[in-house]
């Protein structure tokens, strides 16, 4: 199994996830199309309680396994390595089924939370079919979390990614067959085939799975889980111990975040209602929010995420050894990697936003206004999940629990008045909860760059001053795109034109701002002189041959 550097294993996660976000964005062309808006909207919110579920059932344990793994291969701890994972694939296994049992036996009481006195749209009963359905998920992907954890503590990245493209696919093809099984074969009502599509999560994380077990049957002895392994004094209850203290941080963190996302669409649905906004309206303001925007912002927050994926492992090695120049390299190099790929994508994506939603979700006003002012949000939260997993990989729990404590609070106490002041001043009021959002992320961000900085003196300077740099290429970017807005024609009740629309003005927009930023020393300060070289070889290569 091939190991990864830093820049490498970003690259290689990220186009993964970049591959399979976009899959995923792609696949709601055609499912939308055959659900409808309430059908759609029924399947937001079975997806948006796995989503939350997902995260609560995994609870950190991936990320904080792949943290020990490198912590104990850059000690030699090869036997404490290898029941590490042992132990933390029993831990996980536990809070998998105890969710899954819940979600089984309470879907009824869930799903009336949600809705409340709502009427005129989706059923309590419907709902609760969707959520018993999405339960059994949590018995297969919180297992190929942990594996993949395992992986990533390698720096073996490759792998873990092919698995996470494989599970996509296989997800998409339930989801789209199914749902054409169901409601144009069978002629069954819509809750069974929305029940099918949330029941695709389950088959690709079981082929995800079989895959990655055939690999690791192979590199048994790299992966040091051979039996021939040199017994060490560290027990199981140390591990356990250490699997627990490392997890614990993500654990409440992320029960915290999917608390804040249920209060999210709890809030937005009692707040448009209280508003006076008709049922079909406040149903799609809110799961254009907490669902929709987002599948087609995955793929600008698929960046962070990937980068994530390779930056823990490296900053628990350097940590390790306490190599706080690495550490500070680290951490710069993810926040600029972030600023170049984001900045064009999110503000791109926003002025382009009533062509790309009507390529999803066909042509309206309201979806794609949510969607410009929503993509936004992505690049505070990439920037947010960078600094965030730094801490993580520093230890620096109570850092971590101050900045996301006062992002996620500031969201719900700005998410009711700001959707009730928008609403007086004769603003969609539906955008104070998108505001209330991009707030809380950019307070958190702020709160852990101090923090780095004052406890281990990370010079933001050349960051700051690439960032600055940015400025000219993004604007010159902004005025290419509005003025090929106004040149290329386009008919949005077409999804083959604003395809066409987008592709050209994206095309125009990606060479002016590439072809600055190039010229400006910005893409060799980031990706590296070596590597831009041999991008640029490999293409005059392919360009003689032709």
Same mark, same amino acid.
């Given at each position: ?69 490198? $912590?104990?291969?850059?000690? *030699? ?15 996980? %296994? ?17 799903? @009336? ?31 190929? %979390? ?7 503590? *390698? ?11 494989? $599970? ?5 093809? #339930? ?11 069978? +002629? ?24 990655? #077990? ?5 590199? +048994? ?23 627990? /203290? ?46 929709? %925007? ?25 940590? @390790? ?6 550490? %500070? ?62 801490? !993580? ?16 609070? @500031? ?44 406890? !281990? ?26 003025? /090929? ?5 386009? &008919?949005? &009740? ?34 590296? @002189? ?17």
């Amino acid at each position: 199994m091939k190991k990864s550097s830093f820049v490498e294993g970003t690259i290689i996660a990220t186009l993964a996830i970049v591959v399979t976000k976009i899959m995923g964005m792609l696949y709601v062309i055609p499912f939308y199309s055959m659900v409808g808006e309430s059908g759609s909207a029924l399947y937001a919110y079975g997806y948006t309680i796995y989503a939350i579920f997902l995260d609560i059932s995994t609870a950190g344990l991936p990320l904080a396994l792949s943290k020990i793994i490198k $912590e104990y291969n850059t000690l *030699h701890r090869m036997d404490a390595k290898k029941r590490a994972f042992g132990i933390g694939l029993k831990m996980v %296994s536990i809070l998998s089924f105890a969710i899954f049992f819940l979600l089984l036996f309470f879907a009824r009481p869930i799903a @009336t939370l949600i809705l409340g006195d709502l009427t005129g749209g989706t059923t309590i009963e419907e709902v609760t079919f969707v959520i018993r359905m999405t339960s059994f998920a949590l018995l297969v992907v919180p297992y190929l %979390s942990i594996t993949r954890g395992y992986l990533q503590g *390698h720096n073996i990245i490759g792998i873990s990614s092919v698995s996470q493209v494989l $599970e996509q696919v296989f997800r998409i093809l #339930v989801i789209l067959g199914g749902v054409y099984l169901f409601l144009y074969l069978f +002629k069954l009502p819509m809750q069974f085939a929305i029940g099918i599509a949330v029941f695709g999560a389950t088959i690709g994380g079981l082929v995800a799975i079989v895959y990655l #077990v055939l690999k690791m049957k192979k590199s +048994k002895k790299e992966l040091g889980l051979v039996k021939e392994v040199e017994k060490d004094s560290i027990t199981n209850k140390e591990i356990g111990q250490k699997i627990f /203290f490392y997890a614990v941080p993500f654990i409440i963190i992320t029960i915290v975040f999917s608390i804040n996302n249920f209060l999210d669409m709890v809030m937005i649905l009692r707040t448009l209602s209280y508003l006076g906004l008709d049922t079909e309206t406040i149903e799609f303001a809110t799961t254009a929010i907490t669902t929709w %925007s987002t599948k087609i912002s995955m793929i600008v927050n698929s960046v962070a995420t990937g980068m994530v994926t390779s930056l823990i492992p490296t900053i628990v090695g350097a940590y @390790t050894l306490k190599n706080w120049k690495e550490v %500070s390299e680290k951490l710069n190099k993810a926040l600029q990697l972030i600023l170049v790929i984001c900045i064009p994508m999110c503000i791109g994506l926003s002025l382009l936003s009533r062509s790309v939603w009507s390529v999803f979700y066909g042509d309206n006003l309201v979806g794609s206004f949510i969607f410009s002012m929503q993509i936004l949000v992505s690049l505070f939260y990439n920037l947010f999940l960078i600094t965030n997993s730094t801490l !993580h990989g520093l230890n620096k729990s109570k850092v971590v629990y101050q900045s996301v404590i006062i992002g996620l609070t @500031t969201n719900v106490l700005l998410n009711i008045p700001l959707m009730v002041l928008f609403y007086k001043i004769g603003i969609a009021p539906y955008l104070g909860a998108i505001l209330s959002t991009a707030i809380g992320y950019s307070l958190a961000f702020v709160r852990s760059l101090s923090k780095l900085k004052k406890e !281990h003196e990370v010079d933001y300077r050349d960051t700051y001053r690439m960032g600055r740099k940015l400025c000219i290429p993004t604007i010159a970017m902004i005025f290419v795109v509005v003025f /090929f807005k106004w040149v290329v024609p386009v &008919s949005y &009740s077409s999804k083959l034109s604003c395809t066409f629309y987008i592709g050209v003005i994206s095309l125009m927009g990606a060479i002016v701002y590439l072809g600055i930023a190039y010229k400006m020393g910005i893409l060799k300060e980031v990706f590296g @002189t070596a590597r831009l070289d041999k991008i640029g070889r490999r293409l005059a290569g392919k360009g003689k041959s032709k």
